[in-house]
């Protein structure tokens, strides 16, 4: 079982002065690949997980990318098990617009993926959600929101660019 939290947006703010993002992010991501690890191997006994992690520009993407880089990390653990994970991350923003710490755990992922040149077969990156997951050829097992966090407000949320992914996502 997991014990979960829930904490208003001036706390998390209060948590954030506290730690550095980048910490906490690395916590976040940690146990978000965790929490998916044991809801994925607990709940079937397929071959291969199809994850789909839509990731934003600020440090929600940023908690999105460390949960991507901690997936591979365990890795190991799904293939011991029988199976295999398949990671695709739709990065919905603008390299040059990353919060600080979002474009560190951006570096993160894509320091894995260099060092290990054999995860980009597992762990892809797009602009768009790609056709073979519009056309439902590519079972999606999991979705992993990192659009946007506790700094979403009414502004943000009408931007047609997120209003028509998440609603392609949702579909």
Known sequence: FFTMFLYSNATIR???????????????GEAAAKFVRKLLLSANNQKIFHILIVAGKGNNGGDAFAT?????????????????????IIF?????????????????????????????????????????????????????????????DANRSAESSFGDLIATTNS
Do not use: W
């Not at 591979?72 to 295999?84: H, P, R, T, V």
């Open 68 to 88: 991507a880089k901690y997936l591979l990390l365990q890795k190991s653990i799904f293939e011991k098990s029988g199976c295999d994970i398949n990671i695709s």
């Open 14 to 28: 209060q948590i954030e002065q506290i730690y550095s993002q980048n910490f906490l992010m690395d916590i976040a």
């Open 92 to 152: 919905a923003g603008d390299e040059n617009k990353f919060s600080d710490d979002a474009a560190e755990a951006f570096k993160d992922l894509n320091l894995l993926l260099e060092q290990f040149p054999k995860n980009n077969e597992y762990c892809q990156f797009h602009r768009t959600i790609p056709t073979e997951i519009l056309n439902c050829s590519k079972k999606i097992d999991l979705i992993i929101d990192g659009i946007f966090g506790i700094g979403l």
